[in-house]
């Protein structure tokens, strides 16, 4: 409560960052964020509450931190962020050229193939983070989820009411899924490779006799594939994007192989 009461003063009076109180306190969070003792977004009571408090730190972050120049030939870098390290200690497999900046929560027996996880971003155990795939900024991922190669889970720093993008444990994210604006995935769910999700995207449940419509969350369980559905506009009528819940993935097979065998039980490419 004294790092929270520290880090709202200072956010409204950024002159007091000059003051090492408040400036070891900003860097203080940050190290509770990195080691995941404090989060961006937290579980609480069946909903996901953000603490905004939290993001203020991070941003105020950016503004105390110098530039610096990093080498490795014949590489040059020039930024604020320092990067994570011991791997090893953490229980993490980090790849080459597996990036993640030090402020992201990494929990053991997590994979990280050559990717990006971003400062305030939250990776649970035993989740793997494949090929080309980004975590964003604050993004919550939960327990044993795949993000396959290419995904990009988006980032949020501001406004500070926005939810971040929250992945829910044992999920399956399919090859260039994109996953932004604060949609939640739901626990267990699958999305099909190239399903495209934002707060505005219209999640359709065709697998009844009626569709049901949904938006900025997916359903526990449901496989989701791309969809299209027609839209009226002044110049005609055209094919607008949607994703299409088909299915839930089925109680009975290990949560492991289901998650690319809930794909092809509807014969569905991962």
């Not at 990717?115 to 795939?133: K, R």
């Not at 399903?195 to 938006?215: A, F, M, R, W």
Request: hydrophobic share 40%; with cysteine; glycine share 8%.
């Amino acid at each position: 409560m004294e790092l929270k009461k520290l880090i709202e003063e200072a956010w409204s009076n950024r002159e007091l960052l000059q003051n090492s109180t408040y400036s070891d306190a900003v860097r203080a969070v940050i190290e509770e964020v990195d080691k995941g003792r404090l989060r961006v977004a937290s579980p609480e009571q069946e909903k996901w509450v953000v603490n905004e408090w939290v993001k203020q730190a991070i941003l105020m972050y950016f503004g105390i931190q110098q530039m610096q120049t990093w080498t490795l030939p014949p590489f040059e870098f020039y930024d604020k962020m320092l990067l994570k390290s011991n791997y090893k200690e953490l229980g993490v497999r980090a790849v080459p050229h597996a990036v993640a900046r030090y402020g992201a929560y990494v929990a053991r027996n997590v994979v990280l193939m050559p990717s990006y996880v971003n400062i305030g971003a939250y990776v649970d155990e035993g989740s793997m983070v494949d090929t080309w795939a980004t975590v964003g900024s604050c993004a919550q991922i939960g327990k044993g989820v795949h993000l396959s190669g290419g995904v990009g889970i988006g980032g949020v720093l501001e406004p500070l009411q926005a939810s971040p993008v929250i992945i829910e444990d044992g999920c399956f994210i399919g090859s260039r899924c994109i996953v932004v604006e604060g949609v939640i995935v739901e626990k267990e769910a699958v999305l099909g490779a190239n399903v495209v999700l934002t707060q505005s995207t219209k999640i359709i449940d065709v697998s009844g006799n009626e569709p049901i419509e949904y938006k900025g969350r997916v359903p526990a369980r449901s496989v989701v594939i791309p969809g299209s559905y027609t839209k009226k506009f002044n110049a005609g009528e055209y094919q607008v994007s949607c994703a299409l819940i088909i299915g839930q993935r089925k109680a009975s097979t290990d949560l492991k192989t289901s998650l690319n065998d809930a794909l092809r039980d509807f014969n569905v490419s991962v």
